[in-house]
């Protein structure tokens, strides 16, 4: 999921500025960054848990409450 965000609007962000696309709507950069922001760190999260340093339910809780707060995020700017 970290992975698919940082790509996603990564790319979204590289589209925005670099290209000639006509978009009907447009996050604000600063949505886009704080997305890749906790994409990096639900990877960071994801490696602490791997590495035994976290246990794995609360890195569970740790990544749903990223997940929780992008979708508020998205729904706020959304609407």
Same mark, same amino acid.
């Given at each position: 999921?970290s992975?698919f965000?940082i790509?996603?609007?990564?790319? /979204?962000l590289y589209?925005y500025?670099?290209?000639?696309? /006509?978009?009907?709507?447009?996050?604000p950069?600063?949505t886009l960054?704080l997305?890749i922001?906790? #994409?990096?760190l #639900?990877?960071?999260?994801? @490696? @602490?848990?791997?590495l035994?340093k976290?246990?794995?339910?609360?890195?569970? /809780?740790?990544?749903? #409450?990223?997940?929780?707060?992008?979708?508020?995020i998205? /729904?706020?700017?959304l609407?």
């Open positions: 999921m992975t965000w790509y996603q609007y990564g790319i /979204l589209q500025h670099f290209t000639d696309i /006509l978009f009907a709507f447009m996050y950069n600063w960054i997305f922001f906790m #994409g990096i #639900g990877i960071v999260i994801g @490696s @602490s848990v791997i035994g976290k246990k794995i339910k609360t890195g569970y /809780l740790q990544i749903f #409450g990223l997940l929780i707060i992008g979708i508020i998205d /729904l706020i700017v609407s």
